[in-house]
């Protein structure tokens, strides 16, 4: 593939990395990408979801490999940056997804003077963070696990993809939470130098689930649930918002985490300023303040959430009624199955419900891959 020549003008990659906003990000640019245009950034169009939540514009560039994951395609990378050097208008060409952090050591090889954009989380937040995650997308019925040590891959990379780079081409921010006096869209705006020229909306996207919620899908993933997920999450998300925050994380770990964190982080100190690295430990005084829940193997916990489910989305209950009472195992207590019942009627209806959930499964997710018809150039 040959290198790519896009004289006087701005190639920028968000590559995250993962659990740090990009839902977030990529969503507000979406929604802004005529604004964008305006002043000059191509932000290459995706598919978004009904929650918000999107993996990015990667595929405009990227094709699957023999594994399924996304690599740099030279014909479309080639064909999106010719089309932004004859745009006369258009001075930055903005790329947002996390599969770039995979990938990130080839994107200088074939882009010169690419910028990379990134945001730095807190370990310990991090791996809560991890595991809601697992949770609501990836079918996780375990508890969450303590690590030994605090896991700073993510940064161990981020650092040397600044070596490669350069410190002037490398853009990396703390990750801020909604409500925070500035956020990570308003540090993307201050890159694409467009700050006051856009507000932000600070919308939270790809939230975490509130306990109730996380331990009603935890057991819910014991199930074959995938065409109802979509519609699950979103319902878990909403409900989430009036709900207090929690940590999984007992005192004595919490202090454990800290001190292994003071004396870790001075390896890492050219890849934030220090201001920014100010933030990453604020969050600290956060997550002590939270209270420390623990996890049960009993439905207890979420009895009251199901019953609000039942009264809110009863179609979403009796598909998932249909569910539970179709493929319950004889070692499900019976008093969470008993959480699930319907009549022999409203059973139907749960099935037919699952049946058009199937479909619409389906079609989002050709969406999703589907690559768009339309020129951003």
């Not at 940064?155 to 490398?170: D, N, P, S, T, Y």
């Not at 003071?262 to 990453?280: G, Y």
């Not at 604020?282 to 049960?296: C, S």
Request: aromatic content about 8%.
């Amino acid at each position: 593939m040959d290198r790519a020549v896009v004289l006087n003008k701005r190639i920028i990659f968000h590559i995250g990395p993962p659990k740090t906003g990009s839902s977030a990000i990529q969503h507000f640019l979406h929604l802004h990408r005529e604004s964008l245009a305006e002043h000059g950034v191509v932000y290459p169009r995706h598919n978004v979801d009904e929650n918000g939540i999107s993996s990015g514009n990667a595929r405009t560039i990227c094709e699957e490999d023999r594994e399924g994951r996304l690599v740099l395609c030279a014909d479309k990378l080639q064909h999106v940056l010719a089309n932004f050097a004859a745009a006369t208008d258009k001075h930055i060409l903005l790329f947002s997804s996390e599969s770039f952090f995979r990938i990130a050591d080839d994107i200088p090889k074939y882009v010169p003077d690419v910028e990379i954009l990134c945001f730095v989380r807190n370990p310990i937040e991090f791996q809560l963070s991890i595991y809601n995650q697992s949770v609501k997308r990836h079918g996780n019925t375990d508890q969450f696990k303590l690590s030994s040590t605090l896991n700073l891959m993510q940064w161990k990379r981020l650092l040397a993809i600044k070596q490669q780079v350069g410190a002037e081409k490398f853009h990396g921010f703390a990750y801020k939470l909604p409500g925070d006096s500035t956020s990570i869209i308003d540090d993307v705006l201050s890159v694409l130098a467009l700050t006051g020229k856009l507000l932000p909306n600070n919308q939270a996207v790809n939230k975490s689930y509130a306990f109730a919620a996380l331990e009603l899908k935890r057991w819910l993933n014991g199930f074959p649930i995938d065409n109802v997920q979509s519609e699950l999450d979103a319902y878990l998300q909403s409900v989430s918002d009036d709900e207090a925050g929690y940590r999984l994380i007992d005192d004595r770990t919490l202090e454990t985490y800290k001190a292994e964190l003071q004396k870790r982080q001075t390896k890492f100190d050219a890849l934030l300023d220090a201001d920014e690295w100010q933030r990453v430990f604020d969050t600290l005084g956060h997550i002590e303040a939270l209270p420390e829940r623990k996890q049960q193997e009993n439905c207890e916990v979420f009895c009251d959430m199901v019953n609000r489910l039942k009264k809110e989305k009863p179609l979403l209950y009796l598909a998932l009624a249909a569910i539970v009472t179709k493929t319950a195992s004889a070692d499900v207590p019976r008093a969470s199955k008993a959480l699930f019942t319907a009549s022999p009627a409203l059973k139907i209806v749960g099935y037919v419900q699952l049946a058009v959930a199937s479909v619409v499964s389906k079609v989002r997710q050709f969406q999703i891959k589907a690559p768009s018809k339309h020129s951003d150039l």
